[in-house]
C-alpha cells in the first residue's frame, strides 16, 4: 500500500539515482569535448546556422542519451525496483534487474527528476507540518542603506 513514507522513500531513490545520472553525464562530458562545447555559425549564412542547429541538437541528444544509459545502469546494479519501494514491499530487492522496467525507470528518472524533486519538497514539508514540526523560517533581519 502507498503512504506517505513510501512516498517519500521512492522520491528520495529516485532523485538520488537522477543525481548520479547527471554526475555521470557531466564527467563523461569533461573528457569527451563535443558534448561540452556550445556551438555558432561561422558566418550568418543558413547553412552554417543550420549545422550549428544540428550539432547543438547532437550534443543534447547524446547528453540525454547518457544519463539514460547511467541511470538505468545505477538502477540496474543497485537491483532495487522503485515500485516496489512505492507499495511499501517487505523487499525491493529483484533478482533479475537487467529487464525493460529498468531501463523504463531510467527515462523517469532522467526526464521527472525536476518534477520529483518539487514533489519530494512538498511531501516532506506536508509530513513536517502533520507531525507538528513546522520547518522554522529563514532567519529575517531589518536593515537600512547607508546614511551619509
Known amino acids: 500500500m502507498v503512504t506517505l513514507d ?7 531513490y529516485i532523485t538520488a539515482v537522477s ?7 557531466e564527467a563523461v562530458k569533461s573528457v569527451v569535448s563535443f558534448l561540452n562545447t556550445d ?3 561561422k ?7 543550420n ?11 547524446l547528453n540525454l542519451l547518457i544519463s539514460v544509459v547511467a541511470a538505468g545502469l545505477i538502477f540496474g546494479f543497485l537491483r532495487l525496483d522503485p515500485a516496489l519501494i512505492l507499495v511499501g514491499a517487505p523487499s525491493a ?18 526526464f521527472g527528476s525536476p518534477f520529483f ?10 509530513k513536517h507540518n502533520m507531525n507538528g514540526n513546522h520547518i522554522p523560517n529563514k532567519p529575517r533581519q531589518k536593515v537600512s542603506g547607508p546614511k551619509q
Do not use: P
Request: net charge negative; charged share 20%; glycine share 4%.
Open 6 to 12: 513510501t512516498s517519500i522513500s521512492f522520491l528520495i
Open 43 to 49: 558566418e550568418d549564412r543558413l547553412e552554417d546556422h
Open 19 to 25: 543525481s548520479a545520472a547527471a554526475g555521470v553525464t
Open 93 to 110: 530487492f529483484v533478482e533479475n534487474s537487467w529487464q525493460l522496467g529498468t531501463w523504463m525507470w531510467g527515462i523517469v528518472a532522467v
Open 117 to 126: 524533486a518539487s514533489l519530494l519538497k512538498i511531501l516532506e514539508c506536508w
Open 51 to 61: 549545422h550549428a542547429a544540428r550539432l547543438s541538437h547532437y550534443k543534447k541528444f
Open 39 to 41: 556551438y555558432e555559425a
